[in-house]
């Protein structure tokens, strides 16, 4: 197979990203008055998470700068469908707002009956951060870098099986897009949150594991686990010493946790460039910047244009994926 094929489509879909009609006078007007009450930003994930950190650091940032309340809603369940409708049905007047994770743009891919449309719905306005994945090992299993997991793998009767923290989320999807690319069997053990995989895989229970470079990182610097390699496109700031996957021999292979702002379809193209700069300021301060590096988080950059080329190339690298795959979830 192709070492290619996955590659993130290039920028050309920007064309996808279409927001609305030429604003009406009085609508541009409401846009310079906004916000007038309070805003709400609904993330589909309880609180305490990444999503749920980067969605407060926004909201506390905006609410100082434009003087009303800024409201973080959470509404987990489903893995991130209930919390993404509320904001799909919405009206696009900038005081309903959703961030939510890679979920997003993988849920299209494994789940049939979504009860909206992740391409149509909504409308992106900001990439807020993205964090790598990171393969992992038990102490026991006799690798130490991709080749040798890989022929280890190729030996095992039944394939080797790797642990994540869901079906569908982005650290099982890192797994299936690592078996396409390099044809090896690989069985996804999927468990009901991160700590239990994790346990699992201390215990020796399960050789191998895919989960995020903020959680691993400790564990890896203590000795307690064998990174193998991160899934990012550039090595993480958190493991320096820990090659990528694609510069062991699985060129153009990235799959990262990325998180995500939007509003609502046909929100005004006035409020969304507003609403891209104050969140990539607040993700880009010197206070922010550092708190997110220590945990090998990046800030995002790119404007409310790029971002919505990005998504909708990210929808349509994990529909492949998944399908190549065979992944679904009822």
Not at 94 to 111: D, E, K, M, Q, S
Not at 151 to 179: C, N, V
């Amino acid at each position: 197979m192709s070492h290619h094929r996955f590659l993130t489509a290039p920028g050309g879909v920007a064309a996808a990203f279409a927001i609305g009609a030429a604003l009406l006078p009085a609508g541009a007007q409401a846009q310079e008055n906004w916000p007038q009450k309070p805003v709400t930003i609904v993330v589909p994930f309880p609180a305490g998470g990444m999503t749920d950190l980067l969605a407060r650091r926004i909201a506390r940032d905006m609410q100082a700068e434009s003087r009303q309340p800024f409201v973080v809603d959470n509404r987990a369940g489903a893995s991130g469908q209930i919390g993404s409708e509320i904001v799909a049905r919405a009206n696009p007047d900038g005081y309903t707002l959703l961030v939510t994770a890679t979920h997003h743009v993988i849920n299209p891919a494994v789940r049939p009956r979504l009860p909206y449309n992740a391409s149509k719905d909504f409308t992106p306005i900001a990439l807020l951060a993205t964090t790598p994945n990171v393969l992992v090992v038990n102490n026991n299993v006799p690798v130490s870098n991709l080749q040798e997991f890989l022929a280890y793998a190729k030996k095992q009767k039944e394939g080797l099986s790797f642990g994540s923290s869901s079906i569908g989320g982005a650290t099982h999807m890192s797994g299936e897009l690592l078996r396409l690319m390099t044809n090896t069997p690989l069985t996804h053990i999927p468990y009901k949150g991160a700590a239990p995989a994790l346990s699992d895989l201390l215990g020796g229970q399960i050789p191998a594991l895919f989960h995020d470079v903020m959680t691993m990182a400790p564990y890896v610097k203590d000795g307690k686990v064998k990174a193998i390699g991160v899934t990012s496109a550039r090595r993480s700031e958190a493991l320096p010493n820990v090659p990528t996957i694609a510069e062991q021999g699985v060129p153009g292979y990235e799959a990262t946790t990325w998180i995500g702002f939007y509003g609502p379809a046909n929100l005004p193209r006035p409020l969304v460039e507003r609403l891209n700069r104050d969140a990539v300021r607040s993700m880009n301060t010197a206070d922010s910047k550092a708190n997110l590096a220590q945990s090998g988080t990046t800030p995002g950059t790119l404007n409310a244009e790029q971002f919505g080329a990005f998504v909708q190339s990210e929808l349509a690298k994990w529909k492949r994926v998944a399908l190549e795959a065979n992944v679904k979830v009822d």
